[in-house]
């Protein structure tokens, strides 16, 4: 547990003289011209590592257009970041039944990708001109997320509407997300050999993403260090859901060899990181965070009982504080910065530069985990430790 009570000082003063000096250098030299982002549409089918066939789609949802796209950057370097798109999730009749931007008052999920909302829009890591960006001239592969599953599924399952004025009385939805991603897999071996460093990372649902498939990332390059941030991902559901269908189970989450599928979904990063204890393993969270909590709150009305904390919103607090803490002090390559606030996410936009509640700049902590490759328990090749905003690890009263 001693990392949890660890000042933020000491890292800042590691973090920011590394990030000082580097910035002075680069202040000298005029930033490399930056490197075209390339969409790629409607890949075709492809063999996965496991011999099965693979086929990319969006989730289908009447009315939206199925072709799966992606993004890549290519750079001189020889360090890739993986990113896996966010936006909600949607299991059942009612979830499934409103997909974001319909206008209506229930929203649970991007449905489709649009070949207009490039990555070179995006802010936070996306800056190639940045020099307080420490993977502003890396590889990028961006992966688009349209399928309802948090990036895990392999199924198609019918739906009933549940009241959507735009959708019939039942429809099909595909969540292939795990079928997508093989598909980029298999672009990303085909076009790059040998990478020294990959960041798999994401937000919300893509934070879980990151976390049900940088194994195979792992597995294609094991060779290379490994990092693992996932970005308001905290994993706080409900028994009843990660055991249901309707629940988790609609999905069809295709998890690693090795990894139990019955493992809770606030264990699910816990138990990849065990299994590959060299990964840097994180997670970033405020200490509210009010799109998990509105989720957790609809788990916990359906799918409940969850904990016994009444409230939504404090029992999503105590069971994250719960799970970092455990974390902490039983899983020697893991770390998390806890912010301050009630903000979701923070990897897309300027808040990258400027979240600083825990006394620690964001960026320069990813900095500080990007420098460190050390053995199991990160130590060696700089700081990183475990930030929190103040008062932050004390959880909410419940009432």
């Known amino acids: 547990m001693n990392r949890i009570r660890t000042t933020a000082w000491s890292l800042g003063l590691v973090a920011a003289s590394g990030v000082m000096f580097a910035a002075a250098v680069e202040a000298k030299q005029p930033p490399p011209p930056a490197a075209p982002w390339v969409r790629y549409d409607n890949p075709g089918p492809v063999t996965g590592p496991d011999g099965k066939t693979y086929s990319a789609t969006c989730s289908g949802v009447p009315g939206t257009d199925p072709t799966f796209r992606f993004w890549a950057r290519k750079t001189d370097s020889r360090n890739l970041v993986v990113y896996f798109e966010g936006g909600g999730a949607c299991w059942d009749n009612l979830t499934c039944s409103y997909p974001i931007g319909t206008g209506l008052p229930l929203q649970f999920y991007v449905p489709a990708t649009s070949p207009l909302a490039s990555p070179a829009l995006a802010d936070g890591i996306f800056r ?42 039942s429809y099909t939805i595909q969540h292939r997300g795990f079928d997508n991603f093989m598909v980029v897999l298999d672009w990303i071996r085909g076009n790059f050999d ?47 859901f990660d055991a249901g269908t309707p629940g988790r189970g609609s999905w069809n989450s295709q998890f690693p060899s090795g990894v139990d599928p019955a493992t809770p979904g606030e264990d699910v990063l816990r138990a990849m990181a065990e299994r590959h204890p060299r990964a840097k393993v994180s997670q970033f969270t405020t200490a509210a965070d ?85 053995g199991t328990g990160g130590a060696g090749g700089g700081a990183w430790r475990d930030v929190a905003c103040p008062d932050c690890l004390t959880p909410l009263p419940c009432n």
């Open 194 to 240: 040998a990478p020294k460093n990959i960041l798999v990372t994401g937000a919300s649902a893509g934070g879980y993403g990151a976390t049900f498939n940088f194994p195979h990332l792992a597995d294609a390059y094991p060779n290379a260090h490994m990092f693992v941030l996932a970005d308001a991902s905290q994993g706080v559901t409900t028994p009843a």
């Open 290 to 374: 009010g799109v998990q909590v509105g989720f957790y709150g609809v788990m916990k009305q359906f799918y409940g009982p969850g904990g016994s904390c009444p409230n939504a919103a404090v029992d999503w607090n105590n069971q994250m504080l719960g799970t970092l803490a455990e974390y902490d002090s039983q899983v020697p390559n893991f770390r998390y910065y806890l912010a301050a606030g009630t903000y979701h996410t923070l990897l897309r936009s300027t808040l990258f530069y400027t979240e600083s509640s825990p006394g620690v700049v964001f960026a320069d902590w990813l900095t500080a985990m990007l420098a460190n490759r050390g």
């Open 128 to 169: 190639q001109d940045n020099p307080a960006n420490p993977v502003r001239d890396w590889n990028f592969v961006y992966i688009p997320y349209c399928t309802g599953d948090i990036h895990s599924g392999s199924a198609t399952r019918t739906y009933f509407n549940a009241g959507n004025p735009n959708l019939p009385a």
